[in-house]
């Protein structure tokens, strides 16, 4: 069965960094596009960037381009999101996806906090 398993979380200080990681099972990892959600306390979860199956094509919201940078290693069925010069408002839990028609795939999440 496809199993998706986030790590990486925790509590960091504004302008600080966390490399996220989501370790994949139970499907054909490379022929996938891979997505990062986030949910704030209150908010809907929020699209975070996009990673196609080869690795060779990347998206990001606005919000954190220049700051979050996507990668995989399909070699490893591992998906890593490096975020840096975290702010206050990252502060949510991140969550890694894949889309295996007609199903949506979630991991349980990992909490980041940003904080002084």
């Known amino acids: 069965q496809v199993q998706l398993v986030e790590s990486g979380g925790g509590f960091v200080q504004p302008g600080g960094s966390l490399r996220l990681s989501c370790a994949a099972s139970g499907f054909t990892f490379m022929i996938y596009e891979m997505r990062w959600y986030r949910q704030a306390p209150g908010k809907e979860r929020e699209l975070v960037a996009i990673i196609s199956g080869s690795g060779s094509i990347t998206n990001y919201a606005d919000s954190v381009k220049g700051r979050f940078t996507i990668s995989r290693d399909n070699a490893k069925s591992a998906l890593y999101l490096q975020m840096n010069s975290l702010k206050a408002e990252d502060t949510a839990v991140y969550y890694c996806?894949?889309?295996?028609?007609?199903?949506?795939?979630w991991g349980q999440g990992t909490q980041v906090t940003v904080s002084s």
């Open positions: 996806n894949c889309n295996i028609n007609p199903r949506k795939y």
